[in-house]
Every structure is written in structure tokens, then in C-alpha cells.
T-cell receptor, first 115, second 114 residues
């Protein structure tokens, strides 16, 4: 089955700096790669996703890049703000035509943005 | 309500007891998922319902776990003869359909087995 590794497990940055979180996956048939943000006591919330026919996607301060050959994808947050502090999860899915909601998640990155 | 609703939000039970966790998805969403999140860990897929199709139970960790979805809406996750390793947050999510991607999660049910 699919295996997703996520690094780093914790990331501390100063407000205004950039943050980068990296993930690798094992199943070359995976074709859907979402990123979720989870705040304390809440369920995860989708912040951006990318499909395997695209190499990069950007939404305001957030961008995701995908390297299918190397089987890794990354989340980039620019101009970080204290409200970006949360746990971020990468995930992979869609292999073999399975539901895009049946995902294998990484272990999470605790991002702390210091004012 | 506008979002996915789960109950109870917290459940403390004794080892060996059965528990039921409930999920009320967003109206109109045909796909419903259960995930488990152990302390400090990522999310682990448990089961997936899509419309009237047979559920995908491939993530259920043992035969003590079962789930049903009545009338294509509300779902119940049942854990029989609970064990301490079952302690976790159980998250329910729904989506418009299985191929649409975005999952809308509830706030979860925190289960503690003593």
C-alpha cells in the first residue's frame, strides 16, 4: 500500500518568513495530493491540492509543487503570519481509480509562527 | 447545520465495553469517510461509503470495528469490546462524491478507553 513520509515534524519560523514542508510517497500510481491544516480541537481543513497532471499550483501565499519522477511534493507558505500556526498534513490518494477521499496521510508538521 | 456533526465529542469507557460514534454529514454529500487519529499521529483511513454502493472497509483494523450508514445520510461507527489501543480521535468526513477530492471533516469524537 501507499506510504507517505513528511518532514519536518516541527517547524518554527518568524512572522514574515517562508515555511516549507516536504513529503514523499511510495505508490507511483497515486495521482491526488492534498494538504490539510488542523487547528487545535478542530478537524482538518483542505488548504490546497494538486493532481498529478500539474507540477505546481499557487493560491495567494500558499503553493504546492509536485515532482512525479522523484515522488515528492512540497508545501510552501510565504509571508507567514501567526494565524498560520497549526498542524499541517500532506496526503496521497487516487491510485487505481480509488476515491480521492481515501487518503494516506503523512505524520504531520507542527508549524509555529512567532510574532 | 452547515458542517459535519459528530457525537459524542468525548467518550470515556472501560475496556471491554462497546461504543457507538455518530456522524451527520453535510446535506447532499454522497460520500462519507471515517478516519482515526491517534495522539500526535497522522490520520488513518478506516471506511468509506459512497451512495448505495457497498462500503470500502479495507481500513478497519479488526472485526471489532464496524460501521453503517442509514438512508445515505447518518453514519454510526461501532467498536465492540474496546481495548486501550482503541483510544484515539475518530474523525468523520464527507464530500460531494468520491471523485471530487475535498473532504469536510467534523471536529471528531475523542475516545478514551480505561
Amino acid at each position: 500500500g501507499e506510504n507517505v513520509e513528511q518532514h519536518p515534524s516541527t517547524l518554527s519560523v518568524q512572522e514574515g518568513d517562508s515555511a516549507v514542508i516536504k513529503c514523499t510517497y511510495s505508490d507511483s500510481a497515486s495521482n491526488y495530493f492534498p494538504w490539510y491544516k488542523q487547528e487545535l480541537g478542530k478537524g482538518p481543513q483542505l488548504i490546497i491540492d494538486i493532481r498529478s497532471n500539474v507540477g505546481e499550483k499557487k493560491d495567494q501565499r500558499i503553493a504546492v509543487t509536485l515532482n512525479k519522477t522523484a515522488k515528492h511534493f512540497s508545501l510552501h507558505i510565504t509571508e507567514t503570519q501567526p494565524e498560520d500556526s497549526a498542524v499541517y498534513f500532506c496526503a496521497a490518494g487516487g491510485a487505481g481509480g480509488t476515491s480521492y477521499g481515501k487518503l494516506t496521510f503523512g505524520q504531520g508538521t507542527i508549524l509555529t509562527v512567532h510574532p | 447545520g452547515a458542517g459535519v456533526s459528530q457525537s459524542p465529542s468525548n467518550k470515556v469507557t472501560e475496556k471491554g465495553k462497546d461504543v457507538e460514534l455518530r456522524c451527520d454529514p453535510i446535506s447532499g454529500h454522497t460520500a462519507l469517510y471515517w478516519y482515526r487519529q491517534s495522539l500526535g499521529q497522522g490520520l488513518e483511513f478506516l471506511i468509506y461509503f459512497q451512495g448505495n454502493s457497498a462500503p470500502d472497509k479495507s481500513g478497519l483494523p479488526s472485526d471489532r470495528f464496524s460501521a453503517e450508514r442509514t438512508g445515505g445520510s447518518v453514519s454510526t461507527l461501532t467498536i465492540q469490546r474496546t481495548q486501550q489501543e482503541d483510544s484515539a480521535v475518530y474523525l468523520c468526513a464527507s464530500s460531494l462524491a468520491g471523485h471530487t477530492g475535498e473532504l469536510f471533516f467534523g471536529e471528531g469524537s475523542r475516545l478514551t478507553v480505561l
